[in-house]
Every structure is written in structure tokens, then in C-alpha cells.
């Protein structure tokens, strides 16, 4: 089970950061993580991804330089640090567990587990 937690109100600009604690199932270090985010009338789109271990990262070009995925295996739980969000970055976010935990990966259909989400929401 994946709880996220840390979104809110934000000004064009701000920071933000997301949280993603996991409970139950496999140990938290045998899967890759990823976040994902799906705007009003639009698709779910992948944003981040990290591997077991934290040496591997991946990210959308959209948020490439603004954001950061990182882990904490010791309290099962993946971060998403967002900087100089815009108003286009407005959406919710959910955080996904991948089986395959040694490569970060970008395609939604290869996550196995997910979390509720998080609204974000950026104002210009």
C-alpha cells in the first residue's frame, strides 16, 4: 500500500515536496519507484523514476532540472522535491511501486502498485 502525501497550494515559482510512504508487501528496497501526474482533461504522464537504491534516476524533460526523486529505504518512503513549479505542473500526483526494481521506468503500465494521489496545484 503507497500513501502520498504533500501537496497543496503554491505560488509560480515555490517548492513543494511530495511523499510516498509504503506498507505491506515486499520489502520497500526490491522495487523501483516512480511518480506520476494526470492534469484535468489529460492522461496520466510519468514524471520521475528511481531505482532500489537510489543510484538510478529518470525524469520527464518537462520537470528535468527543476525536480528530485530520492528514497529513503530505512523508512519506506520515496520523495519528489519540486522547485520552480509553474502553473502547467498543476495536477495530481501519484506515486507507483515497479516490481522490477533495478532499472527506473517510465511506462505506467509496467507499475504494479499505486497510490491515491496528491492534488498539486500552482498558481500564476
Known amino acids: 500500500q503507497l500513501q502520498a502525501s504533500g501537496g497543496g497550494l503554491v505560488q509560480a515559482g515555490g517548492s513543494l515536496r511530495l511523499s510516498c510512504v509504503a506498507s505491506?508487501?515486499?520489502?520497500?528496497?526490491?522495487?523501483?519507484m516512480g511518480w506520476f501526474r494526470q492534469a484535468p482533461g489529460k492522461e496520466r504522464e510519468f514524471v520521475a523514476a528511481?531505482?532500489?537504491?537510489?543510484?538510478?534516476?529518470y525524469y520527464a524533460d518537462s520537470v528535468k532540472g527543476r525536480f528530485t526523486i530520492s528514497r529513503d529505504n530505512t523508512k519506506k518512503t520515496v520523495y519528489l522535491q519540486m522547485n520552480s513549479l509553474k502553473p502547467e505542473d498543476t495536477a495530481i500526483y501519484y506515486c507507483a511501486a515497479d516490481n522490477y526494481g533495478v532499472e527506473p521506468r517510465q511506462v505506467e503500465d509496467e507499475y504494479d502498485h499505486w497510490g491515491q494521489g496528491t492534488q498539486v496545484t500552482v498558481s500564476s
Open positions: 528511481i531505482d532500489w537504491n537510489g543510484r538510478k534516476t
Open positions: 505491506g508487501g515486499r520489502t520497500f528496497n526490491n522495487y523501483a
